[in-house]
């Protein structure tokens, strides 16, 4: 934990420099988690560790549980769920992908479990540096899905998950996705809650329905061909549910603490833009950065953060790309079908061809502004097809 000295007239504390990893156990605590259960990977080990730092002081009230894979974690997660607790963990990468037959119960058994990912690369060969492979893979399990900018964000987006997760209209597992260091391990200042103001802004947990042996239940048992159909569209209406659902959470959250997201979809200067580029976590901010630097030299860009992936934004992206001339995608993934995965969302909601797909930040490459100049001028360009913009000696290479 790294502290700042900025206090308010009462004394709190109310600016720490915190890692983003800080941040997601820091919400943790504030959202006053009951169970906890985790198996360390890097870069998700230090949630796990701060988790654990915070329970054993007794600053945090919780039941930690050291389990001994990611598979089991997930398991208990969905028990102490069924029972009425508040539940969380972090994963990242392997860990993830070894969750991901709990996963898809965690959604089945409607337990809204929620975990930020420490989103990494997926092996082989060997890497631990990040990108969205993780996150991307498990896109159809049925989770929310998130995505970060900032480490402030991810406190906030944890506590967002609660709320809208734990509706009883929605009762879905949310995933929060932060990029492996570059926020995980990357110190930025960021401003903690009171208690008081999450416990105002956070009910406790309250199922409509929980394992209570005084009245029995049977909960994830076996569902035949005649009603599995209905099982899962339930889980698609929750979904559309959970859009209203997280824009009246944004609302009241900015009211109590100040700040918005744009959710689900940030837009950055696109009112008047001839090209814009799509891209989710915190590439974007780097992209705001280029999208300023070239509007002083007379290119009309602009930059639309994928903040919620699931539900994707269809709506959202519909009239974005329908304002705009020229819109590319960045995934820092690759599906090894035609394009990226968001590209390809995107494509879909937007029904029309004419959008670029540029993969880049694969296994933690960096991506430096001039590798964005690129993509914002192959986008004003009007290029097409997919492009591998910092493959090293590739055509996009300088």
């Avoid at 964000?153 to 809208?164: K, P």
Wanted: hydrophobic share 40%; with cysteine.
């Amino acid at each position: 934990m790294f502290q700042a000295g900025d206090h308010n007239g009462e004394g709190r504390l109310m600016i720490e420099a915190s890692t983003g990893n800080y941040a997601a156990a820091k919400a943790a605590k504030l959202a006053r988690t009951d169970v906890v259960a985790v198996y360390p990977i890097t870069p998700q080990t230090t949630i796990s560790e701060y988790v654990a730092s915070m329970v054993q002081s007794g600053e945090m009230n919780a039941e930690f549980l050291l389990m001994e894979s990611e598979h089991s974690a997930m398991s208990a997660l969905i028990g102490a769920s069924t029972i009425g607790a508040r539940t969380f963990t972090a994963t990242s990468s392997h860990g993830l992908a070894l969750m991901h037959e709990m996963l898809m119960w965690a959604v089945g058994a409607r337990t809204p479990v929620v975990m930020p990912v420490a989103a990494r690369a997926i092996g082989g060969p060997w890497n631990i540096w990040g990108d969205h492979q993780d996150a991307i893979s498990e896109r159809d399990t049925g989770w929310l899905q998130f995505f970060c900018e900032n480490n402030q964000e991810v406190l906030d987006t944890i506590l967002m998950a609660y709320r809208v997760a734990e509706d009883r209209e929605v009762m879905l597992p949310a995933m929060v996705v932060e990029d492996g260091f570059v926020l995980s391990h990357t110190v930025e200042r960021i401003d903690i809650p009171d208690q008081e103001e999450v416990d105002a802004y956070l009910p406790k947990y309250n199922p409509e329905f929980s394992a209570d042996t005084s009245n029995p239940m049977r909960f994830g048992g076996l569902v035949t061909p005649d009603l599995w159909t209905e099982f899962r569209y339930r889980i698609a209406e929750s979904h559309e549910i959970s859009r209203e659902k997280l824009k009246a959470a944004e609302k009241d959250f900015e009211k109590v603490f100040g700040r918005s997201y744009g959710s689900p979809v940030e837009t950055y200067r696109c009112e008047d833009a001839d090209a814009v580029l799509i891209a989710a976590g915190a590439v974007a901010g780097t992209a705001k950065e280029v999208a300023d630097q070239l509007r002083k030299e007379g290119k009309k860009v602009g930059v639309a953060r994928i903040r919620v992936f699931r539900p994707f934004p269809s709506e959202e992206i519909r009239k974005l790309v329908a304002s705009v001339p020229s819109v590319g995608v960045l995934d820092k993934s690759y599906t090894f079908g035609d394009g990226g995965a968001m590209f390809n969302e995107v494509r879909s909601a937007a029904g029309t061809l004419e959008i670029g797909s540029y993969i880049a930040g694969l296994g933690g490459r960096d991506v430096p502004p001039k590798v964005l100049v690129k993509i914002f001028n192959d986008i004003l360009k009007k290029n097409r097809g997919t492009v591998w913009a910092d493959l090293k000696g590739g055509d996009f290479d300088d």
